[in-house]
């Protein structure tokens, strides 16, 4: 490209990336922690991500102590976002993202350069696809994921089928056999290949026991059937090694099947940026600042880890807004870090880092399997010695845990959970 | 022990324990008061909100989302979105505007849970 047609670099202190839950708190952390000039960029025509096509009630109940739908809680977010007086840039998606923290966008008014002061990732997560648990058969119309579903359904006004198979038991799916029922769509089964539900327990009560729809643990899909359109699934039980035992398969007549079978953090940008993922979570490896690898450049929301509750993507993202106005205004702890790390029944905790010093540090973290009595303790690597400890009656994977490190921290700690 | 239940009124799920004695219902397996209440409605009455979104006046794909003012007995979830889905409201909408007051003599409101300005 000729030199002189690249437009003039734009200086910002807080450029927000994704304009979701987490991406509109960050926004209003940075904008109410000082930072003067922040901007949100939103590839969407409106603000909100994920939450406009949630229309059911359950969002709200932390931020602002009542059940709300999913839009009403986006539009209330929205309001303050405009009221904080935060320029907004909506119809623009981010193509590159730079470790010198240069952004490079594509917005209604052509091609955008951005230098910003710091730079905070919200861009939430994609949903796993049917390639990527590689089930057999022919191609048909009919197989989609439960969040395309969600999008068709509740903001397009689609009639996705008359007779629907659910295949994982993740909360996007439970909602959306419950919402299926409601448009008169009759649904067969939720069939999940682990020994324990994927989704939250009160979604299953209200979204499956409600209206009587089955769920089948350790079963799955083993093939698709039909040509134009779906016409049938094979289920199969899997033993202990997930594997389809012979003799177990049924037909199940229907013409859609959802997936719910996972999201992955949407970490192109990061990838770009050089930012280190974490092989646990899919999203950055992050201190307890919010702020990754890359200096100035923070992370939040789902695209650091994925969060079955919106209220805490929102939570976390205040957070790592009020993190990125911090560095900006050169308010940062300049102390090194160590490391956080899981053990025992724990899959992964987060932070991954955090400074030497810190005190009352809120680590996340869920486990790999249901556990009943669950013991967790926080301890120095090196002398043992506890700094943060809790008892959890039950853990279930679905449900993301958080304990307290009281600190001050100083040396590499190791979060374990044991019976 | 009379059942066992999940409390659906936080993510929390508690798996609550009913039973009785003396006449009275025991509950255990809640953390918060708000199990108590949800385990006696579920016996006595068990209710639900409901959320669904129909299309405006005039588009069909441009939709508005909406849900109840407040729970309804749980058999007067499917008589009620039949109701509804006749809805189409024109715009302007504003969110929290009563679309429907007293639907089926329910006592509670469909209410517009988004904005749609034209
Ligand atoms: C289909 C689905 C249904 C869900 N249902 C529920 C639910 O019912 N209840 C609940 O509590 N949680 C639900 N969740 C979890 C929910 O995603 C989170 O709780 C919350 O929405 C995450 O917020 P976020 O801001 O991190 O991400 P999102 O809401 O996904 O927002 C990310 C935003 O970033 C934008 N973006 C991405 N890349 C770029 C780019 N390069 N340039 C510009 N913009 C970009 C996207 O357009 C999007 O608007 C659901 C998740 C999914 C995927
Ligand atoms: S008892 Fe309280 S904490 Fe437990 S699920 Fe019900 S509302 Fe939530």
Known sequence: MNAGMLPAVEKRDVVVIGGGPAGMTAALGAKRAGAADVLLVERDRNLGGILNQCVHDGFGLFLYKKSISGPEFAERLAED????????????????????????LNAPDGYRLIRAGAVVLAMGCRERTRDMIEIPGMRPAGVLTAGSAQALVNLQNIRIGREAVILGSGDIGLIMARRLTFEGIKVKGVFEIMPW??????????????FGIPLELSRTVVEIRGRERLSAVVTARVDERLMPVAGTEEIVPCDTLLLSVGLIPENELAKRAGIALSPLTGGAVVDETFMTGVEGIFSCGNVLHIHDIADWAAAEGLAAGRRAAEYVLGLRSLAETVRVSAAGYLRYALPQAVHRGARDVTVHFRVARPVRGLKVEARGVETGRRCGGRRLARAIPSEMQTILLKGPIEEDIEVGGHD | MIDKMTCIQCPAGCELEVGEADGRLEIRGNECEKGVEFAQNEIRDPRRNLATSVPVKG??????????????????IFPILDAISGLRPEPPV????????????????VIATRTINE
Do not use: H, W, Y
């Open chain 1, 81 to 104: 976002v405009e009221r904080e007086g935060i320029a907004v840039q909506t119809g623009a998606m981010v193509l590159d993202l730079g470790p010198d923290r240069l952004l490079r």
């Open chain 2, 59 to 76: 588009n069909a794909t441009r939709m508005v989302s909406v849900r109840l003012s407040g729970p309804v007995p749980r058999d007067r």
């Open chain 2, 94 to 109: 504003r969110r929290g505007q009563v679309l429907i007051s007293d639907v089926l003599g329910s006592g509670v409101d």
């Open chain 1, 197 to 210: 539900p994927g989704g939250l327990e009160r979604n299953i009560r209200q979204c499956l026991k409600d």
